[in-house]
Each structure stands twice: as structure tokens, then as C-alpha cells.
């Protein structure tokens, strides 16, 4: 059975970092797009960062770009998300996805068709 796992969230002051990993069974990764999205309380999921299938192309929502980084490494089966500065307003359930084809262009949630069940990442004021 096809399955993602989130790990390395926790709880961090403002401007730590946190590095996320996103790690697939079943089949390879290689050939999908991947997504982080979070969700805060209240607030509606929304997309952090997105990856083609190779890593090649990579796309960044304006709240965390040029603090976070997203990779992967297809040989391990694993996508990363490296969040650094990290700011109070981070805080939500971090949710990796794969998407339903191969390039970074997939921001919609309606675009993915497997779920990690998230991990929480909590920034301290």
C-alpha cells in the first residue's frame, strides 16, 4: 500500500529552523510532482512549496520564500522541506502530497492525490 510520512516537526522559538521529510512506501516517487501544504487553526490549507518530478523546478509561496527550501532525493524516496528563519505566523500541521503528474506547476490541493497525515510545527514568539 502507497503511504507518505511526515517527520521532523516540533516546537521551535522564532528564527530556528526545522528541516521536514516527507518519506514514501510502495512505489517510487520519481516520476510525480510533490507538495508541502500546511494549515493553521482557522485558517484554510494553503500551499507552502512545490517540486517537479527530478527537482529541477520548484515553486515557493510569497510567505516563505527565501526561507524555506524544498528537495528531494529520489533514490531514497524522500522530499524534503528545509525551513529556516522560522516565524510564529509557520506554526500549522505541515502536510506533504504527491501530485497527480510530474511538474511543479500542481498549487492546488485538488491537485494531489496522496496525503501524508501531517506534522506539527509550532514556532514560539
Known amino acids: 500500500q502507497e503511504q507518505l510520512v511526515e517527520s521532523g516537526g516540533g516546537l521551535v522559538q522564532a528564527g530556528a529552523s526545522l528541516r521536514l521529510a516527507c518519506a514514501a512506501s510502495?512505489?517510487?516517487?520519481?516520476?510525480?510532482?510533490m507538495g508541502w501544504f500546511r494549515q493553521a487553526p482557522g485558517k484554510e490549507r494553503e500551499v507552502v512549496s512545490t517540486?517537479?518530478?527530478?527537482?529541477?523546478?520548484?515553486y515557493y509561496a510569497d510567505s516563505v520564500k527565501g526561507r524555506f527550501t524544498i528537495s528531494r532525493d529520489n533514490a531514497k524516496n524522500t522530499v524534503y522541506l528545509q525551513m529556516n528563519s522560522l516565524k510564529p505566523e509557520d506554526t500549522a500541521v505541515y502536510f506533504c502530497?504527491?501530485?497527480?503528474?510530474?511538474?511543479?506547476?500542481?498549487?492546488?490541493?485538488?491537485?494531489?492525490?496522496?496525503w501524508g497525515q501531517g506534522t506539527q510545527v509550532t514556532v514560539s514568539r
Open positions: 510502495g512505489r517510487t516517487l520519481s516520476n510525480y510532482a
Open positions: 517540486i517537479n518530478w527530478s527537482g529541477g523546478f520548484t
Open positions: 502530497a504527491r501530485a497527480r503528474g510530474s511538474t511543479s506547476a500542481y498549487r492546488n490541493a485538488r491537485d494531489y492525490d496522496y
